[in-house]
C-alpha cells in the first residue's frame, strides 16, 4: 500500500476559501480520490484525480501533481456543513482497494 | 436510489462473544470491500469481493474473521471470540469495474466490545 499524508485538522471561517493537501508515495500510482465523512456516516464520493491539473466541481476543486506526489482539495465559499473530516485515498493492488490518510478535520466557524 | 445498507448500526457485545454484521451492496455493483475505521483515523482495507469470489484480504484479518458473500449479492462479516481491540467502525464498500469507478460506502455497523 501507499504512504498517504494529510493535515491532521484544519479551521476556517465561513465564507473563506480552504485548501487541504495530501502527499503520497508516487511508486504503483493509480489515481487519488478525495471523500467527506460526516462524523458517524459514510464516507461520501467527492473527486478523483489520475492526470495532472485541476478538476472542478462546483464549490469543490481536486488538484494533482504526479511528479511531485502531491494533490490538494479546494473548498470555496465555505458552509457551516462543510465541518467534516475529508480523506484522501490511494487504490493498489488487484482489488484495488483503498488505502486512505488519517483524515483532515475541517472546523468552519461562523 | 438506494444507497450501500448495512446493519445493524451499532453493536454492543461482551468479550469472547461471536458478532455478524450485514451489508447489501449498491444492486449492480460486482465489487465489495469491508473496512475497519478506528476513531480518528482513515479505513483500513480488510477484505474484497469480485461478485461471490473472495479474492483479497489484509493481514489485519486473523483467523478470528471471516468474510462471505454467497450469491454474489449481500456479504456478511463474522467476528469469532471478540477483543476489546476489535472495537472499531466496520465499514462496507462497494463498486462496479473499471479503474476510475469510485467506492460507495455504507454508514457502517459500530461494534462495542465491554
Known amino acids: 500500500g501507499q504512504n498517504i499524508d494529510q493535515p491532521t485538522e484544519m479551521t476556517a471561517t465561513e465564507g473563506a476559501i480552504v485548501q487541504i493537501n495530501c502527499t503520497y508515495q508516487?511508486?504503483?500510482?493509480?489515481?487519488l480520490f478525495w471523500y467527506q465523512q460526516h462524523a458517524g456516516e459514510a464516507p461520501t464520493f467527492l473527486s478523483y484525480n489520475v492526470l495532472d491539473g485541476l478538476e472542478e466541481k462546483g464549490r469543490f476543486s481536486s488538484f494533482l501533481s504526479r511528479s511531485k506526489g502531491y494533490s490538494y482539495l479546494l473548498l470555496k465559499e465555505l458552509q457551516m456543513k462543510d465541518s467534516a473530516s475529508y480523506l484522501c485515498a490511494g487504490p493498489s493492488g488487484s482489488a484495488r482497494q483503498l488505502t486512505f490518510g488519517s483524515g483532515t478535520q475541517l472546523t468552519v466557524l461562523p | 436510489d438506494t444507497g450501500v445498507s448495512q446493519n445493524p448500526r451499532h453493536k454492543i457485545t461482551k468479550r469472547g462473544q461471536n458478532v455478524t454484521f450485514r451489508c447489501d451492496p449498491i444492486?449492480?455493483?460486482?465489487?465489495l470491500y469491508w473496512y475497519r475505521q478506528t476513531l480518528g483515523q482513515g479505513p483500513e482495507f480488510l477484505t474484497y469481493?469480485?461478485?461471490?469470489?473472495?479474492?483479497?484480504k489484509s493481514r489485519l484479518l486473523s483467523d478470528r474473521f471471516s468474510a462471505e458473500r454467497p450469491k454474489g449479492s449481500f456479504s456478511t462479516l463474522e467476528i469469532q471470540r471478540t477483543e476489546q481491540g476489535d472495537s472499531a467502525m466496520y465499514l462496507c464498500?462497494?463498486?462496479?469495474?473499471?479503474?476510475?469507478?469510485?467506492?460507495?460506502f455504507g454508514d457502517g455497523t459500530r461494534l462495542s466490545i465491554l
Open positions: 444492486s449492480e455493483h460486482n465489487r
Open positions: 464498500a462497494s463498486s462496479t469495474q473499471g479503474v476510475s469507478q469510485p467506492q460507495h
Open positions: 469481493f469480485q461478485n461471490e469470489a473472495q479474492l483479497e
Open positions: 508516487t511508486s504503483g500510482f493509480n489515481g
